[in-house]
């Protein structure tokens, strides 16, 4: 148990699909975010929530859409995705901004 | 823009040999750095981090890492690795501490023979 539960863990769409990954941390953190991970590829950052509040948002394209509504969770909306967006999504969550997260498992997406 | 290089992209040790993991960044300013570690089929986990002070920090499982700023480098070091010490390590630095904006290097496959 990490603190911080994603769901679904797998999850398999097609291009013309809207479909939403979930993040919930339980560790009383303030600052929530989303990370992508490709194969070969550093994580990369791609929003970051404080207080739920945008505070970073990494020049990602608008067919993923964040949303925090409390402290304690974070979506991501998918529509209209590409085959090159299939990768590991990850959401972390901290105290602060200092930057140290805890991490989620991940949610492994395949866009077909 | 900034970015962090880890050098060695697969690395295979023998138990009991000594690691060290390279990691360098891109950036002037001042830094928080971190070395997290992920299992096999497990969440990424923090190691070690250094926000200021002593520049060797002392993490879980053994490892440890320096902070040289004239060389922009935070090494990930272990005198004697374990067969359990099989993971990918990621070096990670937030250079901007208002953002929470982590930059991740490319991570380092370690795999250690029994």
């Known amino acids: 148990e990490t603190g911080v539960t994603q769901t679904p863990r797998h999850l398999v769409m097609g291009m013309t699909n809207k479909k939403s990954l979930k993040c919930e941390q339980h560790?009383?953190?303030?600052?929530m975010y989303w990370y992508k991970q490709s194969a070969k590829k550093p994580l990369e950052l791609m929003f970051v929530?404080?207080?739920?509040?945008?505070?970073e948002n990494n020049s990602v394209p608008s067919r993923f859409s964040p949303e925090c509504p409390n402290s304690s969770h974070l979506f991501l909306h998918l529509h209209t995705l590409q085959p090159e967006d299939s990768a590991l999504y990850l959401c972390?969550?901290?105290?602060?901004?200092?930057?140290?997260?805890?991490f989620g498992q991940g949610t492994r997406l395949t866009v077909v | 823009a900034q970015s962090v290089s880890q050098h060695n992209h697969h690395v295979i040790l023998s138990e009991a040999a000594s690691l060290e993991l390279g990691c360098n960044y891109s950036?002037?300013?001042?830094?928080?750095l971190f070395w997290y570690v992920q299992y096999p089929g497990q969440h990424l986990q923090l190691l070690l981090k250094?926000?200021?002070?002593?520049?060797l920090v002392k993490g879980i499982k053994g490892f440890e890492a320096e902070f040289i700023k004239s060389k922009f480098s935070f090494n990930l070091r272990k005198p004697s690795v374990q067969w359990s010490d099989t993971a990918e390590y990621f070096c990670?630095?937030?250079?901007?501490?208002?953002?929470?904006?982590?930059?991740f290097g490319q991570g380092t496959t370690l795999q250690v023979k029994p």
């Open positions: 560790l009383g953190h303030n600052a």
């Open positions: 972390a969550s901290s105290q602060g901004l200092e930057g140290q997260g805890f």
């Open positions: 929530y404080s207080l739920e509040e945008r505070v």
């Open positions: 950036y002037g300013g001042t830094v928080n």
């Open positions: 990670a630095v937030n250079a901007h501490s208002n953002t929470g904006k982590l930059i």
């Open positions: 250094y926000f200021s002070g002593d520049p």
